[in-house]
């Protein structure tokens, strides 16, 4: 089972910053098979990013995904109000997919 | 529009049965391969079982191999998680989602709004 490990655990930013959250894998993630899910209190899971870099419909152009192998980044470029969520992301490469435990984001 | 919507949740005590549905509507429900994903109180998401589009392949977390059954029908538009044995630490949110595109690994682009299991004496 391919571990996924979040971090940091909690974010503290202000409206108009910057975010960067980690998600780093036990082995290498077949085909950038990664996704990142954006998760508000009540609601279920959003998908934002998937492949890695590709931006799921809908999605604003201020978050980015990158990396490959085993080391894989979110990032929002100018965090909105509507930002601050917990965010997860998922390995679907193989087939028993995981989650990471989640990075909180936070108002600073 | 595209919509999941799942039912069959409440409260059941350790070591009985229930089971979840899953009604899809707004896309063709034959062709996607769906999954199960649950979410204990104030917890993070955990994967629990994915179904190929016609049934034919399926896969489950070790921590529900043997008690959980995941099933479709779709003649109905409707996936099914049949949960036996059930314990205490299955208590969470059930949500069933889609897969994005009819590919076998791919991320969930729609997701149910969840229903509630509590397993409790």
């Known amino acids: 089972e391919i571990v996924l490990t979040q971090s940091p655990g909690t974010l503290s930013l202000s409206p108009g910053e910057r975010a960067t959250l980690s998600c780093r894998a036990s082995q290498s993630v077949s085909s950038s098979y990664l996704a990142w899910y954006q998760q508000k209190p009540g609601q279920a899971p959003r998908l934002l990013i998937y492949?890695?870099?590709s931006r799921a419909t809908g999605i604003p152009d201020r978050f980015s995904g990158s990396g490959s192998g085993t080391d894989f980044t979110l990032t929002i470029s100018r965090l909105e109000p509507e930002d601050f969520a917990v965010y997860y992301c998922q390995q679907y490469g193989s087939s028993r997919i995981t989650f990471g435990q989640g990075t909180r984001l936070e108002i600073k | 529009q595209v919509q999941l919507v799942e039912s069959g949740g409440g409260v059941v005590q350790p070591g009985r049965s229930l089971r979840l549905s899953c009604a899809a509507s707004g896309f063709t429900f034959s062709s996607y391969g769906m999954h199960w994903v649950r979410q204990a109180p104030g917890k993070g998401l955990e994967w629990v079982a994915v179904?190929?589009?016609?049934?034919?392949?399926?896969y489950y977390a070790d921590s529900v191999k043997g008690r959980f059954t995941i099933s479709r029908d779709n003649s109905k538009n409707t996936l099914y998680l049949q949960m036996n044995s059930l314990r205490a630490e299955d208590t969470a949110v059930y949500y069933c989602?889609?897969?994005?595109?009819?590919?076998?690994?791919?991320?969930?682009?729609?997701w149910g709004q969840g229903t509630m299991v509590t397993v409790s004496s």
């Open positions: 179904i190929s589009y016609d049934g034919s392949n399926k």
């Open positions: 492949g890695a870099s």
């Open positions: 989602a889609k897969v994005r595109l009819l590919l076998p690994n791919d991320a969930f682009d729609i």
